[in-house]
């Protein structure tokens, strides 16, 4: 019992004289850099801060469209959206290009959502997850292709 209260004593101490660095170090003013002795030959024109090209991201004006996934059944006024030839009404890929919303599901059928238009799709896609050079790309990376047909995730 003695050894308990030894040791926990001496961590309590330990941790105090920790802490009671940490407040003196941040007390102490802040030292000025120590000066160079080489004068310094770059300019500021002399400095790059150009984005190389490949990591540059496209405008949204720029791409021909975007896509999200959507694993909840997708209600429009009241109505569940369900994919005309295979019946699934949930776990869709929707699409929003030129104004208009459509879902896609893990068949690869796309039905078009009359009563969705780009704002509501702005108001519910959350970040970009990627940027792919056409739609079939982005279809086949989220695994809406068909090649995963009758699955769901």
């Known amino acids: ?13 330990e941790f105090r004289a920790a802490a009671a660095e940490l407040i ?3 007390e102490e003013p802040a030292r000025p850099a120590p000066a160079s002795t080489e004068p310094s030959n770059m300019e ?9 090209a490949e990591l540059h ?6 791409l021909a469209g975007s896509m ?6 997708l ?23 030129g104004g208009r919303v459509w879902v896609r599901c893990r068949s690869g059928h796309d039905t078009p959502v009359p009563g969705l238009d780009s704002a509501w799709y702005e108001r519910t896609a959350g ?11 982005g279809e086949a990376s989220f695994g809406y292709d068909g090649t995963f047909a009758g699955v769901i995730l």
């Open 57 to 62: 991201v496209p405008a949204a004006g720029d």
């Open 44 to 52: 500021p024109e002399d400095v790059e801060l150009e984005i190389p």
């Open 75 to 97: 209600t429009v006024d009241g109505v569940v959206i369900s994919c005309a030839e295979c019946g699934v009404y949930r776990d869709w890929l929707v699409l929003n290009s």
């Open 24 to 26: 003196a170090a941040a």
């Open 68 to 73: 999200m996934r959507y694993w909840a059944p």
């Open 1 to 13: 019992m003695f050894r308990r209260h030894n040791r926990h004593h001496d961590q309590a101490n």
């Open 127 to 137: 970040p970009v997850e990627g940027l792919y050079t056409s739609r079939k790309d």
